[in-house]
């Protein structure tokens, strides 16, 4: 769960979101070094009285800012590749559960045992006790494995919705008419919100 005044993202819950984590802080560390090149650059071209004619005209310096960006590109877009990869595999998941966006409401079904479904409404505000959060808590919590490979089938009986868990690193659109499926796995116990 978020803190107030954080800066960063929630912590890591699955092996996902720690890949998520790291590429974020790689891509930010590349726009970092880049942001403080072109200022130092600026404040360089301002402050001297010296000017080179040659090399404004050079061809060298022209090929330099002509590959390095897609070098850069590439380092950005490689990592970004395999985590897009990773989170649409599919390992022969432990259970499947069904998840259908209603107007108001969430509505699960365990698909690997015969009867067990429920609807998860949120509690209004005038319901909450001391130290639950508004706007986040259920009734009906959803109760996942540890560990363990998880699919969920996402779709929506009216108007479109967004199934999301931060701290799992997960949003999947709930698209009416639209079955999309997405996996997950918890490394650790918790209570997370989405």
Do not use: C
Not at 118 to 137: A, N, V
Not at 145 to 167: G, K, Y
Not at 187 to 193: A, C, I, K, Q, V
């Amino acid at each position: 769960m978020a803190y107030p005044m954080q800066l960063g993202l929630q912590d890591a819950t699955s092996p996902i979101m720690e890949e998520l984590l790291h590429f974020h802080d790689h891509t930010l560390m590349i726009v970092f070094l880049i942001s403080s090149l072109v200022l130092y650059i600026i404040s360089l071209m301002l402050t001297t009285k010296l000017t080179h004619t040659s090399t404004m005209d050079a061809q060298e310096v022209e090929t330099i800012w002509t590959i390095l960006p897609a070098i850069i590109l590439i380092m950005i877009a490689l990592p970004s590749l395999r985590i897009l990869y990773m989170m649409d595999e599919i390992n022969n998941p432990s259970l499947t559960v069904k998840t259908m966006g209603h107007q108001w409401y969430w509505s699960y079904e365990y698909t690997d045992y015969e009867d067990l479904s429920f609807d998860s409404y949120m509690i209004p505000t005038s319901d909450l006790k001391p130290g639950e959060l508004r706007l986040l808590e259920v009734d009906n919590r959803v109760v996942l494995p540890m560990e363990m490979t998880v699919r969920m089938l996402i779709s929506s009986e009216d108007v479109l919705h967004s199934w999301a868990v931060p701290s799992l690193g997960l949003k999947t659109d709930a698209v009416p008419g639209r079955l999309n499926q997405t996996t997950l796995m918890s490394t650790r116990p918790g209570l997370y919100y989405g």
